[in-house]
């Protein structure tokens, strides 16, 4: 089973300011088959980023995901107020299609 | 639009089990493969397995093997998920999602339910 480490485990950032969320992998995820998920209270998660670094349909391009083998990064580049939320990764190279343990980032 | 409506909250007693259904539309039906993630109250996400409405071929999570039924009716473009011998630790909010992979390249799940509430309590 791929085991991915999402860190940090809190992220807590001002409204215009960058965040960078990472996922490790366990192994090498081939294919780059990881994507992230945004999930706020009360809703189902979001598909943000498929293939790594690909946006999913309506993401804006703020959301920037990047990485190969083992380190996964995703990027918000200037946070609104609707980004405050968790993000969790996902692997879908090998079953169990595992996620991380999701990185909440809150306003400071 | 493409849509997944789950069905409704579930309070179930221990050792009970439980018949979720995932009803979708907006596509073509056979063409995407569906998958069930939970969520502990407070807790990540968790896969459980994922169904080919094509065939109705199966892959579980081994956590969940021999414990998790998926199945589909194409008829009615619907997939259902059964979990059987309940314990408190299985409530959750569980989730159904389109698999958006086609022609062989992988897309995440890139659309998904609205949740159903399970609650396994004596």
């Known amino acids: 089973e791929i085991v991915l480490t999402q860190s940090p485990g809190t992220l807590s950032l001002s409204l215009g300011e960058r965040a960078t969320l990472s996922c490790r992998a366990s192994?090498?995820?081939?294919?780059?088959?990881l994507a992230w998920y945004q999930q706020k209270p009360g809703q189902a998660p979001r598909l943000l980023i498929y293939?790594?670094?690909n946006w999913a349909a309506g993401v804006p391009d703020r959301f920037t995901g990047s990485g190969s083998g083992t380190d996964f990064t995703l990027t918000i580049s200037r946070l609104e107020p609707e980004d405050f939320a968790v993000y969790y990764c996902?692997?879908?190279?090998?079953?169990?299609?595992?996620f991380g343990q999701g990185t909440r980032v809150e306003i400071k | 639009q493409v849509q997944l409506v789950q069905s409704g909250a579930e309070v179930k007693n221990p050792g009970a089990s439980v018949k979720l259904s995932c009803r979708t539309s907006?596509?073509?039906?056979?063409?995407?493969?569906v998958h069930w993630v939970r969520q502990a109250p407070g807790q990540g996400l968790e896969w459980m397995g994922t169904?080919?409405?094509?065939?109705?071929?199966?892959n579980y999570a081994q956590k969940f093997q021999g414990r998790v039924t998926m199945t589909r009716d194409t008829s009615t473009s619907t997939v259902y998920m059964e979990v059987t011998s309940l314990t408190s630790a299985d409530t959750a909010v569980y989730y159904c999602?389109?698999?958006?992979?086609?022609?062989?390249?992988?897309?995440?799940?890139?659309?998904w339910g609205q949740g159903a509430t399970v609650t396994v309590s004596s």
């Open positions: 907006g596509y073509t039906f056979t063409n995407f493969y």
């Open positions: 169904i080919n409405p094509s065939g109705g071929h199966t």
């Open positions: 293939g790594a670094s």
């Open positions: 192994e090498t995820i081939r294919s780059s088959q």
């Open positions: 996902q692997q879908y190279v090998s079953s169990p299609y595992t």
């Open positions: 999602a389109r698999d958006g992979s086609i022609f062989g390249v992988a897309h995440g799940l890139d659309v």
